[in-house]
């Protein structure tokens, strides 16, 4: 039997040899190369002697599975975190620092201990900065970075009496824009819109969104999280986390300027062509983009500063049933069956699995899966209904509430003139004497 070579890479390494292989072919330069992935070139090139000596097997980290060599030790930790609650309250880290290397003998960076108050949740002083804007260049090759937003507006005027969103796509090297309209702006058409940009360019390495709910996540970190090390994240990014998908979030719509411009002249040209098309719905409206969009990129796109398409290959239809969906993690109960948006469903199989994901695929369907691995379900359509509930009378008409006798309604009361008046009262409000 031959022996077969595995190779263990995470998905960012994967990532990291897609890149480097294209330095490798001179299709990028290595300065180009590691701005993309986030390291020096020097870095690149350590990369590009280990793949050609290693194979791809040589982008793997050597350090996996290993402790830090430059690790400080846990006790320094918590005894430099117990001082700093005890002794220097209110300190920033870079005086927390110096006291604690005059003091105690204890040498840390401000930037370690920064990190050790944010992780344990202590307080202390921070410096706002002037917000300061200034022009970003394009990302010279396509695919490397889209900017994505959604505009409300009435795009079919008084034909359609309603507001409705566009959502756009816009790759930032080139200004080329890929769209649709749905209903709203949310999680579905958000990742619904995704899908469709993917299977017709390709995966890019990142996306510029700002900080709607949609793609970012408000919610507080869990004991589950913590636990697990993960940052509450909206569906949105956990699916292009899965597929190695960049998420940046903007802090002013004035930093992805393009996809804003993008609308003011959409909004201009785009209504009034659907006006000459006599367009007054929006399914009809979606397929008037399919064939308007080709001849608004050909008028207003821009020649990409490196001719490289950095997209990446599309994934199979399965890998994007599966990412681009919702997932909720749900408890299974003792008579394998779980609770999904008021509907009860019967998983047919035994297993052990206590907890388990339900994934609402863009087409309406619901899937189970269980540490990896999918179920099979069923939806139970009618429920048993008992028999006491239906024996039990229904509650009819308002209950009858008498006021007490010491209650202002039965007292005199004064009027705004300050005369004395009293207070009428029925047979019908007062008890038996």
Not at 221 to 232: H, K, R, S, Y
Not at 376 to 386: A, G, M
Request: aromatic share 8%; with cysteine.
């Amino acid at each position: 039997m031959a022996e077969r070579d595995i190779i263990v890479m995470s998905k960012r390494e994967v990532k990291r040899l897609h890149v480097i292989q294209k330095a490798m072919e001179k299709q990028v330069t290595q300065q180009q190369a590691g701005g993309m992935v986030g390291v020096t070139d020097r870095q690149i090139r350590r990369m590009v002697r280990r793949i050609r000596k290693e194979g791809e097997g040589g982008i793997s980290h050597k350090g996996r599975g290993k402790p830090s060599n430059r690790a400080i030790p846990k006790k320094v930790k918590k005894k430099a975190l117990a001082l700093c609650q005890k002794h220097y309250e209110g300190f920033g880290p870079t005086l927390a620092t110096e006291k604690l290397q005059e003091n105690h003998q204890i040498v840390l960076g401000k930037g370690t201990l920064r990190l050790w108050l944010s992780a344990s949740g202590v307080d202390y002083p921070t410096r706002s900065a002037r917000p300061h804007r200034k022009w970003r260049e394009r990302k010279p090759c396509r695919g490397e970075m889209v900017q994505i937003d959604g505009s409300h507006h009435r795009w079919l005027e008084d034909r359609l009496d309603q507001e409705f969103c566009l959502m756009a796509f816009i790759d930032d090297a080139t200004g080329e824009v890929f769209a649709r309209f749905y209903d709203y702006e949310g999680t579905f058409p958000a990742l619904d819109g995704f899908r469709r940009y993917v299977e017709s360019y390709g995966v890019p390495l990142s996306v510029y969104c700002d900080r709607h709910t949609t793609y970012k996540s408000n919610a507080k970190e869990t004991i589950e999280d913590d636990l697990e090390g993960i940052p509450p994240m909206s569906q949105f990014e956990r699916a292009l986390q899965t597929l190695e998908v960049k998420v940046i979030h903007a802090y002013s719509p004035q930093a992805k300027g393009r996809v804003e411009r993008s609308f003011r002249t959409l909004q201009d040209r785009l209504i009034k062509e659907m006006r000459l098309a006599r367009v007054c719905t929006v399914e009809k409206a979606n397929r008037f983009l399919e064939t308007y969009l080709p001849k608004y990129n050909r008028k207003f796109r821009v020649v990409a500063a490196d001719a490289v398409d950095m997209h990446r290959k599309i994934p199979s239809r399965k890998v994007l049933d599966q990412t681009l969906c919702i997932h909720e993690k749900r408890t299974l109960k003792n008579d394998f069956t779980l609770s999904y948006q008021g509907q009860l469903y019967q998983v047919k199989e035994n297993i052990r699995a206590r907890r388990v994901v339900v994934e609402a695929w863009l087409d309406g369907s619901i899937h189970v899966t269980a540490e990896g691995r999918s179920l099979s379900v069923e939806r139970i359509l009618t429920r048993p209904v008992k028999e006491a509930a239906l024996l039990k009378p229904k509650k009819s008409g308002r209950r009858l509430i008498r006021p007490a006798a010491n209650h202002p309604w039965r007292r005199q009361y004064k009027n705004r003139q300050g005369k004395e008046a009293a207070v009428p009262v029925t047979s019908a409000a007062v008890g038996p004497c």
